[in-house]
């Protein structure tokens, strides 16, 4: 007879749900370069209700002919802060945050968002905090810090900016915690719409802005609020939710640090700049990092 000392991480899981992790890190790194580009003619709050607007719209028509679950009282809190926290709060914040910071730095500060996920979701989830959590996550990390670092070198950082995209990270965590125990008996599809609405509902006192920066926004500015609504929100938050609902939070909140360096191979692509060696290292860096928090550890036998 023969016990173990360590069990799994996790099981295996289906092909599907690396499948809405691609899309979802891809959709996700793409949106820190499009609020870049945008942010001249969008003010942050009303680019924030423009984009929530839109990606309600989508997941309300995905919602047509779909299972409605009721709801409990403690699922309706859960939603409700997921909701202003992470569509809210979180998106307010980043385009804030993209006026003055470039994508790349910001992407790094909010990417600190996962540390901060698998500490809380061992701690306030009970999932723990496996050994190769730590391990990737510490690495991950190094590399998300050596991006910053490569990015910021050409000039001075903006201290507010940084203020805002720390809020960014703390609002995104804040909502993961609350949209993982939701995902318990909800359909992710319901949870991802309600919590879509509320954010756009909480953005409503930008409606003014909005309005003006419409007026004044060029048609490309325009179709990249649209963009932002159709696939970084509607598209890659339901393929989020959907993983989410398959493995721990604090895992699946890691392999976000691959987003820092898409971010900085995008803005080469669309903005033509050259990332510069640093930067190059620290995304093979976080693409380790992710790789090591995937490990799953041997069961280690003891004898009887």
């Given at each position: 007879?023969?016990?173990?000392?360590?069990?799994?991480?996790?099981?295996?899981?289906?092909?599907?749900?690396?499948?809405?992790?691609?899309?979802?890190?891809?959709?996700?790194?793409?949106?820190?370069?499009?609020?870049?580009?945008?942010?001249?003619?969008?003010?942050?709050?009303?680019?924030?209700?423009?984009?929530?607007?839109?990606?309600?719209?989508?997941?309300?028509?995905?919602?047509?002919?779909?299972?409605?679950?009721?709801?409990?009282?403690?699922?309706?809190?859960?939603?409700?802060?997921?909701?202003?926290?992470?569509?809210?709060?979180?998106?307010?914040?980043?385009?804030i945050a993209e006026h003055s910071l470039d994508a790349g730095t910001t992407a790094m500060i909010v990417n600190i968002g996962p540390i901060?996920?698998?500490?809380?979701?061992?701690?306030?989830?009970?999932?723990?905090?496996?050994?190769?959590?730590?391990?990737?996550?510490?690495?991950?990390?190094?590399?998300?810090?050596?991006?910053?670092?490569?990015?910021?070198?050409?000039?001075?950082?903006?201290?507010?900016?940084?203020?805002?995209?720390?809020?960014?990270?703390?609002t995104y965590t804040i909502g993961v915690l609350c949209q993982k125990p939701a995902l318990k008996r909800l359909p992710a599809r319901q949870?991802?719409?309600?919590?879509?609405v509320i954010g756009a509902v909480a953005c409503t006192p930008f409606i003014g802005q909005l309005i003006g920066d419409l007026h004044t926004?060029?048609?490309?500015?325009?179709?990249?609020?649209?963009?932002?609504?159709?696939?970084?929100?509607?598209?890659?938050?339901?393929?989020?939710?959907?993983?989410?609902?398959?493995?721990?939070?604090?895992?699946?909140?890691?392999?976000?640090?691959?987003?820092?360096?898409?971010?900085?191979?995008?803005?080469?692509?669309?903005?033509?700049?050259?990332?510069?060696?640093?930067?190059?290292?620290?995304?093979?860096?976080?693409?380790?990092?992710?790789?090591?928090?995937?490990?799953?550890?041997?069961?280690?036998?003891?004898?009887?």
């Open positions: 007879m023969t016990t173990t000392t360590e069990k799994p991480a996790t099981a295996r899981l289906h092909p599907t749900v690396f499948v809405a992790i691609g899309v979802t890190v891809l959709a996700w790194a793409s949106a820190f370069v499009v609020i870049r580009g945008v942010a001249p003619h969008f003010d942050g709050g009303a680019l924030a209700l423009a984009r929530l607007t839109v990606g309600a719209v989508l997941l309300g028509l995905l919602m047509i002919g779909r299972r409605w679950v009721r709801m409990t009282g403690r699922e309706w809190l859960l939603v409700l802060v997921f909701g202003v926290a992470w569509f809210g709060a979180y998106n307010v914040a980043l385009n901060l996920i698998a500490l809380g979701a061992g701690i306030f989830l009970g999932e723990g905090v496996p050994r190769w959590l730590i391990i990737g996550a510490g690495v991950a990390f190094v590399g998300v810090v050596l991006i910053g670092i490569a990015t910021g070198i050409s000039g001075a950082l903006d201290p507010i900016g940084l203020l805002w995209a720390l809020l960014a990270a703390v949870v991802t719409f309600l919590g879509c926004a060029p048609l490309a500015s325009i179709l990249g609020a649209v963009y932002l609504g159709a696939v970084p929100t509607a598209l890659a938050f339901s393929t989020w939710a959907y993983a989410l609902s398959k493995m721990p939070a604090g895992q699946l909140g890691v392999t976000t640090y691959v987003v820092p360096a898409l971010v900085v191979v995008f803005g080469l692509v669309f903005f033509h700049e050259v990332p510069p060696l640093l930067a190059i290292v620290g995304g093979v860096v976080c693409l380790v990092g992710v790789a090591l928090s995937r490990r799953r550890s041997r069961p280690v036998a003891a004898p009887e």
